[in-house]
Structure formats: structure tokens, C-alpha cells
């Protein structure tokens, strides 16, 4: 059974950072694409990062670019996530989901496991 175990959530104020990491485990894909996203109350879930094993370039929410940096440990198959200058509107529950194969340019929208999730939250 595929495992996917998400940690580092938690409250922070404005301009400050955060560093999630998703565990995953159970899986026998040989290479994979892990991707974050998050959903906040009232909004529809967004994709946030996806990385995968293949070593190309990771993708980002508009969003997001240029303050967030995911990250691939094959090793220890532990995606991280560094948010950095976090804004309220970064307030979310934050989910990691992985799919077997790799990716070129944009995210693949399909994935077939989820982990349960870590509330992220930014204060003023």
C-alpha cells in the first residue's frame, strides 16, 4: 500500500518560511512524480510544486515561483518543500500526491495516492 506522510506544517507570520517534507513509501514504481498542492476553505485545490526522478525541471504555480523550491531525495523517496517569504493568501491545507512515471513541462493533473495533508497557516 502506497504511503505518503506529509510533516512541517504550522503557523508563521508574514514574510517568514516553512520546509514540508512528504514521506512516501509502499510504491514500486521505478520513477515517479511527486507534486503539492493545496486547498484552502472556499477555494478550489491548486497545484502548488511537482517534481519528479527524472532530474528535469520542477513545476510551479505562478503563485508560488520564485519564493517556493521543491526538492527530490531518490534516496530516501522524501519530497521537500522550502516556502519562503509566505504571504496570508499561502494559508492552506498542504497535500503531497505521487504517480508513477516522470514529467516534461507542466504537471500531470492525475495522481494516484495522497497523504492526509499538514495545515499551513500565515499570520499578518
Known amino acids: 500500500e502506497v504511503q505518503l506522510v506529509e510533516s512541517g506544517g504550522g503557523l508563521v507570520q508574514a514574510g517568514g518560511s516553512l520546509r514540508l517534507s512528504c514521506e512516501a513509501s509502499?510504491?514500486?514504481?521505478?520513477?515517479?512524480?511527486i507534486a503539492w498542492f493545496r486547498q484552502a476553505p472556499g477555494r478550489e485545490r491548486e497545484r502548488v510544486a511537482c517534481i519528479s526522478t527524472s532530474g528535469g525541471r520542477p513545476f510551479y504555480a505562478n503563485s508560488v515561483k520564485g519564493r517556493f523550491a521543491v526538492s527530490i531525495d531518490s534516496g530516501t523517496d522524501t519530497v521537500s518543500l522550502q516556502m519562503n517569504d509566505l504571504k496570508p493568501e499561502d494559508t492552506a491545507i498542504y497535500y503531497c500526491a505521487i504517480r508513477g512515471g516522470v514529467f516534461i513541462g507542466n504537471c500531470p493533473p492525475d495522481f494516484s495516492a495522497w497523504g492526509q495533508g499538514t495545515q499551513v497557516t500565515i499570520s499578518l
Open positions: 509502499g510504491f514500486t514504481f521505478h520513477d515517479y512524480a
